[in-house]
């Protein structure tokens, strides 16, 4: 696949507003300011296909980016951050929430964690939920260029052990958008 042809097609609140569900999507998920969008502009070699921030929030919509007629990509917004006006938290959740339950095409997540503050609460129960939906999951240790090669592999090994808990196609891998690293693991999950 060549995920450089990665084409924007369109950014919705509500599945109803996406195009068809046909074909196979893998969503990007993970707590706000995970490195979703930043992986997703990464892994497609296009600095500004998905519009990152410093400032947690930054996705609001669903945002779909097709790769052939039969494959996309989606960023989704994240979850898990408190700062952010109630009402407008609750638009975004509630998008969140019906498109992974009712998107017939969503065929496999990647779920995005800081490595420095992995397996949150959120993050378990958005795994857990997609065991039981027999979806496979990638989980990416995003931002590994934060810590050193040995603290780095220590929290790789510890969450690589704690994901056989969910007793489902859970993979683990280490992820950096600045520097690469993971890549080439993720490229072979999707293609998978
Ligand atoms: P929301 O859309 O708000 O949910 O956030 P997101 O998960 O899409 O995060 P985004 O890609 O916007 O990145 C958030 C911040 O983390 C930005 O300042 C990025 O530059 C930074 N960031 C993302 N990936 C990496 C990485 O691999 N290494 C480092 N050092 N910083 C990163
Ligand atoms: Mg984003």
Do not use: C
Request: glycine share 6%; charged share 25%; aromatic share 6%.
């Amino acid at each position: 696949i060549e995920y450089k042809n990665a084409k924007f097609t369109i950014s919705a609140p509500n599945i109803a507003s996406l195009a068809t569900d046909e074909g196979f999507e893998v969503a990007f998920a993970g707590r706000s300011n995970a490195g979703k969008s930043s992986a997703l502009n990464t892994l497609t070699e296009q600095k500004s296909l998905a519009r990152t921030s410093k400032t947690p929030g930054r996705t609001q919509l669903i945002n779909i980016f097709e790769l052939d007629e039969q494959r996309r990509l989606v960023d989704l917004p994240g979850y898990g951050y408190a700062k952010v006006p109630l009402a407008v938290k609750q638009k975004w959740q509630k998008s969140l929430g019906e498109y992974l339950q009712k998107r017939e095409s969503l065929a496999g997540l990647v779920v995005l964690m800081d490595i420095r503050h992995p397996l949150k609460e959120l993050d378990q129960d958005l795994i857990f939920w997609a065991v039981d939906s027999e979806l496979p999951v990638l989980i990416l240790l995003t931002k590994a260029d934060k810590l050193k090669q040995s603290a780095r592999n220590k929290v790789l090994q510890e969450v690589r052990q704690a994901s056989i808990n969910f007793e489902g196609d859970v993979e683990v891998e280490l992820f950096s958008s600045l520097k690469g690293t993971g890549l080439p693991a993720l490229k072979r999950k999707l293609n998978g």
